[in-house]
């Protein structure tokens, strides 16, 4: 792998930046490996990534059915944040932003993480408690959490409206100065780059078209590409996650749903946070380029199609005029949906299942990006040691039948 | 945006209606006598079928009325409408590309 620095970008610069390598390779399927990953997104490709750095298995495959990158981790809002309610999400989360805050260096790939702090805000005398409750919580587990009245807001926020004649009046929000967004193509390229240097092979347009077992004990895939055996596997599939499971004769407790974003013609810097409300339903952040993003709450209804309904985004732009009214006269460029696999405890699930060798690494619902690198973590120790870390212990299938839920759908925020 | 083929009021927007996901998932006779896993298996999994899936519907904002939809989860093609105790629709044949 070519070291990213100044110096091979002045090198390069000497040949007119014709020379640069490829960042990956796109090798053939071999007959066998000790791991494949089913899913190439940044969830999948970090999985690997730190299954190659941290625990030294190097005979891995990531099979990616279309594009690396080009499902939930190009679609999302780019938010990263870890200020969940109860101590295990706080856990895993946190553990992930602190990967985050080091991520550039580690993979040597600018992933443009941008910690311009998070708003999470609150319109009623309920949100309110439950806001300040959160804020008490995250900082007993150790996670930057402030809380901020209307006035408090209005100085971080100029140009949100706090008027008490509002349908919904902000009362006030939480705040987490760490959290901010990052630049999603950057972290699907710059792990798949990373675990292509240490010698993962990368393998896109390969569908999983069905799980091999043995005796209660997986043995490959069956793939597009022909069959490729394997020790285990590890499944990242996100909204697809129950198709896989079929394959394997698991039943999942996820149910998949689109989620739509759209993102704004580019105007200058207007906003330089991110705000988002779980009660009215929508999130903003303005990107580098200028265009402010936005994201929606689910469509309820059960969907693999990659789009939704429009008066679920007529409902968000409804809410975020009444919050900036200043973007009245926004033309919206482009709106497209992600399939999100929901679980009905709003957290994910990082499991082994009752056929050996087959893990599941799902459930992140609407908020899977910001646990891009502590998914990929934990899965990856899990997938090394056939158990889970502590980590992600609470996190199992098991606890759907031991009632032990992880309930996150405040903290969660937008959706479900 | 969904048209859903109300059975008692005819064709509407998806916007007077509440999704009730899965259909068909019968309450067991005796919850007591369910173990941990079959317990869970009634309140938690869920097919989640990528294709013809059988679903339910409340008229919420109309006759406030529970009924079930097979509808396509990847072209939203709805086959059509049916009341509770009914038998579902024939499905038709798979459209090109779609399970």
Known sequence: ?416 | MLNIDCPWCGKRHETEFRYGGEAHIARPEDPAMLDDTDWAAFLFMRKNTKGYFAERWLHSHGCRRWFNVIRHTVTHEIVGAYKMGEKPPKLPKPAGGAK
């Open chain 1, 1 to 416: 792998m070519v070291k990213y620095s100044i110096f091979t970008i002045a090198r390069n610069a000497l040949t007119g930046h014709k020379n640069w390598p490829k960042q990956w390779r796109s090798p053939e399927p071999k007959a066998t490996y000790d791991v494949i990953i089913i899913g190439g997104g940044g969830h999948g490709l970090a999985t690997a990534y730190y299954l190659a750095k941290e625990h030294g298995v190097r005979n891995i495959a990531v099979l990616e059915k279309g594009w690396l990158g080009g499902g939930n981790t190009a679609r999302n809002t780019t938010i990263v944040r870890s200020n969940y309610l109860w101590d295990e999400s706080a856990a895993i989360y946190e553990k992930s932003l602190q990967l985050w805050e080091g991520l550039s260096q580690d993979i040597n790939y600018n992933v443009m993480l941008s910690q311009r702090g998070v708003l999470n805000l609150a319109h009623s005398l309920g949100d309110v408690r439950e806001g300040v409750r959160r804020v008490n919580a995250n900082r007993l587990n150790g996670v930057d959490a402030e809380w901020l009245d209307a006035e408090g807001v209005k100085d971080f926020c100029p140009i949100i409206n706090i008027s008490k004649s509002a349908r919904h009046p902000v009362l006030g929000a939480t705040l987490q100065r760490r959290g901010g967004v990052a630049r999603h193509d950057s972290v699907a390229w710059g792990y798949a780059r990373a675990a292509d240097a240490l010698g993962v092979d990368i393998i896109q347009n390969c569908e999983v078209t069905g799980i091999k077992r043995e005796g209660g004990k997986v043995t490959g895939v069956e793939t597009t590409r022909g069959d490729i055996a394997a020790k285990k596997i590890g499944v990242v599939a996100a909204g697809h996650s129950s198709v896989i499971a079929e394959m394997a004769g698991i039943r999942l407790p996820v149910t998949s749903h689109p989620l739509q974003a759209l993102v704004s013609e580019p105007i200058k810097p207007v906003i330089d946070c991110v705000v988002m409300s779980g009660a009215v339903h929508v999130y903003v952040s303005q990107s580098d380029k200028g265009e402010l993003v936005m994201g929606a709450g689910i469509d309820s209804f059960n969907s693999y199609a990659q789009r939704g309904s429009f008066h679920v985004i007529e409902h968000q732009l409804g809410a975020c005029l009444e919050l900036f009214p200043i973007f009245s006269r926004v033309r919206m460029m482009r709106t497209w949906g992600g399939i999100v696999d929901t679980c009905p405890d709003a957290s994910p699930i990082l499991s082994g299942t009752s056929v050996e060798g087959l893990y599941f690494n799902c459930g992140w619902g609407t908020g899977g990006f910001k646990a891009t690198p502590g998914s990929g973590w934990c899965f990856a120790h899990t997938l090394a040691n056939d158990a889970p870390h502590p980590l992600n212990t609470p996190f199992s299938l098991a606890r759907f039948e031991s009632g032990a839920l992880i309930d996150e759908h405040g903290a969660a925020g937008v959706a479900h």
